[in-house]
C-alpha cells in the first residue's frame, strides 16, 4: 500500500463500501423480491416515467445487456409495461410497482441512512455530502479515455 496514493486509497474505499453495502441491500430487499438493481430501476422509472430503455440505462449502473434482462424480467413479474408509441417504446410502472414501492423505499432509505447514521453527525453527513458531490460532478467533466 505505500505506492497508493490517497485518493486511490479513497477510491478503494469507496468501492469496497459500495460493493458490500450492495450485497446487504441485496438481501434486506429479498423480503420485497427485489435486487439493488432493480430497486434502483423502479425509483428511476417511478420518477422519470414514461422513458425509454436508452434513458432509463444513462441513470443506473447496469449494462445495455443487463438492462434489457431485467427489464423482461420486471414485465414478466409484472412490476412494469412498455409501450410503443410510434417508433417509441416507453416504460411505465405498474400499479403492483407502485405498491411495493411504497413499502420498500422507506424501508430501503432507512436501511442505507443507517450507514451513516450510526456512525457520523449531521455535520459529518453534510461535509461528506458536500464532497462527494464536488468529487462527482468533477468526474462527469473528465473525458474518459479512448480505446
Known amino acids: 500500500m505505500?505506492?497508493?496514493t490517497i485518493g486511490s486509497l479513497i477510491w478503494l474505499r469507496l468501492m469496497r463500501f459500495t460493493?458490500?453495502?450492495?450485497?446487504?441491500?441485496?438481501?434486506?430487499?429479498?423480503?420485497?423480491?427485489l435486487t439493488t438493481a432493480q430497486f434502483d430501476a423502479l425509483m428511476q422509472i417511478r420518477t422519470y416515467q414514461p422513458l425509454t430503455q436508452m434513458m432509463l440505462?444513462?441513470?443506473?449502473?447496469?449494462?445495455?445487456?443487463?438492462i434489457s434482462r431485467m427489464l423482461?424480467?420486471?414485465?414478466?413479474?409484472?412490476y412494469i409495461v412498455?409501450?410503443?408509441i410510434w417508433k417509441t417504446k416507453t416504460i411505465s410502472l405498474t400499479e403492483k410497482a407502485e405498491s411495493i414501492l411504497e413499502?420498500?423505499?422507506?424501508?430501503q432509505l432507512a436501511f442505507q441512512s443507517s450507514f451513516f447514521d450510526d456512525v457520523l453527525n449531521k455535520e459529518e453527513q453534510?461535509?461528506?455530502?458536500?464532497?462527494?458531490?464536488?468529487?462527482?460532478?468533477?468526474?462527469?467533466?473528465?473525458e474518459l479515455p479512448l480505446e
Open 2 to 4: 505505500r505506492n497508493n
Open 103 to 107: 413499502q420498500a423505499m422507506p424501508e
Open 82 to 84: 412498455r409501450k410503443h
Open 19 to 33: 460493493n458490500q453495502s450492495n450485497q446487504m441491500s441485496n438481501n434486506f430487499l429479498k423480503r420485497f423480491d
Open 57 to 66: 440505462a444513462d441513470k443506473v449502473t447496469v449494462s445495455q445487456g443487463g
Open 126 to 142: 453534510q461535509t461528506l455530502y458536500a464532497l462527494m458531490t464536488r468529487v462527482h460532478k468533477h468526474s462527469q467533466k473528465k
Open 72 to 78: 423482461d424480467r420486471l414485465e414478466k413479474e409484472g
